[in-house]
Every structure is written in structure tokens, then in C-alpha cells.
């Protein structure tokens, strides 16, 4: 069961797939930070167990997406 997602400071391009959402009911963490993502932020909305969501330092555009708030455990280590 897949929990975590890290590959931050790899220098990773082009967007996120929508198929995250396929993830929904194990990814806990998503660590993209540091990378050369770009696009709007998407998939990420349907991930409802996410606790840690960290996207700095991409090129994306566009905000958050507000489903993001269905993830109740997000609070506990944060959206960077």
C-alpha cells in the first residue's frame, strides 16, 4: 500500500497526473518540492487521507484546489 510519494530536489518536470486520484484512499504524504512541476495543481484535491502536501519551489500556476479541504488530516503535518 502506497503511503508516500518523495521526490523532492530531482529536478522533475511537466505536470502532475490527473491519475493521483487513484491514490485517494492510501497516499498520506506527497513530497514534490524542488522540482520543475508545472500547470495548475491537479489530482491533488482527491486525495482525502493526505496529511502532508509539499509543492514549493515548482512552476505551477493557479491555486490550491479547494477539495483539498476534504482531506481532514491535512492539519497535522501541514501544506507547504
Known amino acids: 500500500m502506497l503511503e508516500t510519494i518523495r521526490l523532492d530536489d530531482n529536478v ?3 505536470q ?3 491519475n ?3 491514490l485517494s484512499s492510501t497516499m498520506k504524504r506527497l513530497i514534490i518540492n524542488n522540482n520543475t512541476f508545472s500547470g495548475t495543481i491537479r489530482g491533488v484535491g482527491d486525495l482525502t487521507k493526505l496529511r502532508s502536501l509539499e509543492l514549493q519551489n515548482n512552476n505551477f500556476i493557479g491555486s ?3 477539495s483539498i479541504g476534504d ?4 492539519g497535522k503535518d501541514g501544506v507547504n
Not at 71 to 74: E, H, K, L, S, V
Open 12 to 14: 522533475i518536470g511537466g
Open 16 to 18: 502532475i497526473p490527473d
Open 20 to 22: 493521483l486520484e487513484h
Open 64 to 66: 490550491i484546489p479547494d
Open 71 to 74: 482531506a481532514r488530516d491535512i
